[in-house]
């Protein structure tokens, strides 16, 4: 009797193994295709090993990839959790999942303001689960020498003006730009002293064929859009990455910096927010300096006045340098939040030793302003305010200025607030006295006037008293109320009731 032979082939047979892996196993190469709010389509890569009922792995967001800290299978589901870093913030994110066959339908944790968790289908693609980095054949990118890039002579002043992140996110385009531009002229914001309308992440397309990077359809004529605003008396600002991707996995600036300074120079760009992102795949974090460096070299050969805002959330001791690699102001913490816990955070505790590295031209930035997006009462954004002024902060507002309400305007157009942040001496304030949750802040002014803040940041009214002593002064001083707009009288030293998470600002008389 004739034997018959195998009729699987070698193809057959890795196409049979992979069925009854896919049957069996998380393991393998998981790819889900995700439709943002703003309508973009993106991919999430999971690499999932399962070795019993242990999962190990990484999720590719983007550009982030993030290693699975821990993972657990029972039966046909599994549940992993990796950990995300935010420069110094961190945040644990758990993701569920339930295997059918050769898909795996994962329920993805929410983002952003109200975003619910929601299931996505991911196609396996592979049964290789080991982690691929989308950046791993890039070519690597030339360190320069570290010096000195000369002073641009742009903000003598804290710049002020508007940016699209905090509201908008993602949700950004030529048309809200044009309206944003129109409310400020409108709204008085402009005559208060706000100049730049910042475009925020998200604007990117692709490079052209000799690398000049291309807006996207959001924003069809780039140089148009700046033409409007300048004619509005204000200007225009952008947001780029030294890495090859941005926060929002959009086209970054990675080795294209000499070539995305010109193109935004040609356009009429006034002001550049440069955000470290993905670089962090790329280079190590004793590179900072010098990629920074680069970007203010491209500048300024550029051949048009660009502020330089440095966003690497306040890594490598970055008010020891910023200025040297041509700096206008630097982020010295990680992203604002519209809630008390985190602005307070990041306005009172995160600056403290800050003051003596920021002057004219130079400025240290706790991030944007969330006045008037609703996460906190009038009274929290008085404070958000003050302690911006007192700061000599950036003061950029991230609202949706075409609606905000008369409050809102008013705290955000306050010109006696606005002077102190704009004072001519560009000192920032400091905390002179700390009690329980009262605390005391003071700014030098010009012509030997202060500015005093008396925050409260308790949950109990709390009576909170300036000596002047602590300002090195003596006698009876004229103290003004700043919100109140009125003269108090001339005191030896001044006392007021300050309510939950509130402010008395004043000036006080040389």
């Not at 102001?329 to 939040?337: E, K, M, N, P």
Request: proline share 5%.
């Amino acid at each position: 009797m004739k034997m018959l032979k195998p009729a699987f082939t070698a193809g057959a047979a890795a196409a049979f193994a992979f069925v009854l892996l896919a049957q069996s196993s998380f393991t393998g190469r998981w790819v889900a295709e995700i439709t943002t709010p703003n309508g973009d389509k993106r991919e999430t890569t999971f690499f999932l090993t399962q070795s019993g009922d242990r999962l190990s792995g990484a999720v590719l967001n983007g550009w982030r990839m993030q290693n699975i800290s821990e993972g657990k299978i029972t039966g046909d589901e599994a549940v992993w959790t990796v950990v995300v870093r935010f420069g110094q913030q961190e945040r644990r994110i758990e993701y569920h999942a339930r295997l059918r066959g050769d898909q795996l339908t994962v329920s993805l944790p929410g983002f952003g303001r109200a975003a619910a968790p929601r299931d996505v289908v991911a196609r396996r693609i592979s049964t290789d689960g080991a982690p691929i980095h989308p950046f791993a054949n890039l070519p690597k990118a030339t360190i320069p020498a570290l010096h000195d890039v000369p002073d641009n002579g742009l903000a003598r002043t804290p710049p002020m003006g508007w940016n699209s992140w905090n509201h908008f996110n993602r949700r950004i385009d030529d048309k809200t730009v044009r309206e944003i531009a129109d409310a400020m002229v409108a709204s008085g914001m402009k005559d208060a002293g706000y100049l730049y309308v910042n475009i925020d992440d998200t604007w990117q397309g692709e490079r052209d064929s000799k690398g000049v990077l291309q807006p996207n359809k959001k924003f069809p004529d780039m140089k148009a859009l700046a033409d409007y605003v300048h004619r509005k008396g204000l200007k225009l600002g952008i947001y780029s990455s030294p890495g090859p991707r941005t926060c929002a996995n959009y086209e970054g600036s990675y080795n294209h910096e000499e070539i995305d300074a010109r193109t935004w120079a040609t356009w009429g760009i006034d002001y550049l927010k440069y955000d470290w992102c993905s670089a962090s795949e790329v280079y190590k974090p004793s590179d900072m300096q010098a990629v920074y460096q680069r970007m203010g070299d491209a500048l300024r050969a550029a051949g048009r006045p660009i502020v330089y805002s440095l966003c690497q959330y306040g890594l490598e001791h970055v008010e020891t340098w910023g200025p040297r690699v041509g700096g206008n102001l630097w982020r010295t913490t990680g992203d604002i939040s519209d809630n008390w816990r985190s602005m307070s955070d990041i306005g009172f505790n995160r600056q403290l030793g800050l003051e003596k590295y920021a002057g004219p031209g130079h400025w240290n930035d706790p991030d944007m302003l969330e006045v008037g997006n609703g996460g906190m009462s009038a009274a929290e954004y008085r404070t958000h305010m003050s302690l911006w002024a007192i700061l000599a902060a950036p003061l950029l507002a991230g609202n949706d200025i075409r609606t905000m309400t008369a409050e809102t305007r008013e705290i955000l157009c306050n010109r006696e607030v606005i002077a102190i942040d704009q004072d001519k001496a560009g000192h920032q304030g400091y905390r002179i006295s700390k009690e329980g949750e009262a605390e005391v802040w003071a700014k030098p002014l010009a012509g030997g006037d202060w500015a005093v803040g008396l925050f409260n940041r308790g949950e109990s009214p709390v009576r909170i008293t300036v000596r002047w002593s602590d300002l090195k002064l003596s006698g009876r001083r004229k103290v003004r109320d700043l919100w109140a707009h009125e003269d108090m009288g001339a005191f030896e030293n001044f006392s007021a009731e300050v309510q939950p998470h509130g402010v008395t600002l004043v000036r006080v008389a040389r």
